[in-house]
């Protein structure tokens, strides 16, 4: 079975970093695409971040500068570095392997990870 297990939330005021980590096991993790999607309450969960396995990234423009997403292949772990962060970036974050659409993963979601910025 496929686990993703994501970590790294919290609670962090604006203009903070925070780093989030997801380690997969399943799948063989270096053949796969990974995203990071969040769901802000009464919202839609949405992919933020996607790297390739060959190490391309892209992201959605509402973090496009102040997030930077990465992986360890070694450790089966994808990492988003978040900083300069706004209140509205409070969601719950997940990963999971990337499909073509905006919403859906390809794998059942973990729990997810609580981002809460607030001063």
């Known amino acids: 079975q496929v686990q993703l297990v994501e970590s790294g939330g919290g609670l962090v005021q604006p203009g903070g970093s925070l780093r989030l980590s997801c380690a997969v096991s399943?799948?063989?993790?270096?053949?796969?695409?990974m995203g990071w999607y969040r769901q802000a309450p009464g919202e839609q969960r949405e992919l933020v971040a996607h790297?390739?396995?060959?190490?391309?990234?892209n992201f959605a423009d509402s973090v496009k500068g102040r997030f930077t997403i990465s992986r360890d292949n070694a450790k089966n772990t994808v990492y988003l570095q978040m900083k300069s962060l706004k209140p509205e970036d409070t969601a719950v974050y997940y990963c999971?392997?990337?499909?073509?659409?905006?919403?859906?993963?390809?794998?059942?979601w973990g729990q997810g990870t609580q981002v809460t910025v607030s001063s």
């Open positions: 999971n392997v990337p499909t073509s659409g905006t919403y859906r993963g390809f794998y059942s």
């Open positions: 399943g799948i063989i993790f270096s053949d796969y695409a």
């Open positions: 790297i390739t396995n060959g190490g391309r990234t």
